[in-house]
């Protein structure tokens, strides 16, 4: 499956959405991407990372540590990121996930990292069916780590380099 065919079905609170619908997942990236004017280096790590719930997790990190450099950063990229690597962390035991209504926030704890996403301003979504837990108060102990953000990205590329050798070996 190519990037541009991933969609996720975002999962909304009760009589707050008609229906749920599914979501091109690749364009609201892209769409972020094209706004903090990522090379194509850093567009193709972002097309690999997609594959992984960590990657996911690790993608939108960086699209939020890049908002912070640009006026007017378009958000529409958190949910269906946050959403696809908490489906795929169900299958590939990339990251565990966590929301806690007391802070409005989702946290994703992978091999490496922890890591925090604010999603009260998400109010339709019905974040509780998209972690794997709720857990109220959540003592959540990870670090700053949108320093690193670009540099845990770009790791996915040497991921898909390893691999494509392997297969030729």
Known sequence: MSVEEITVVVPRKENVARAEEEM???????????????DETTRE???????????????ANYLNSEAKRVHLMDYRFKVPLLVRAATLARDDDGADSVYCPDEGAI????????YSFHVFKDWTVDWEAVADETERGYAWSGVE????ALDLLLAYLEEDYEQFLGDEE
């Open 24 to 38: 091109a997942v690749w364009p609201v990236v892209q769409d972020a991407l094209d706004k903090i004017g990522a």
């Open 45 to 59: 790590a972002a097309r690999v990372a997609l594959a992984y719930s960590d990657g996911c997790v690790v993608l």
């Open 107 to 114: 946290y994703f704890e992978t091999d490496d990292a922890q």
């Open 145 to 148: 780590n949108q320093t690193w």
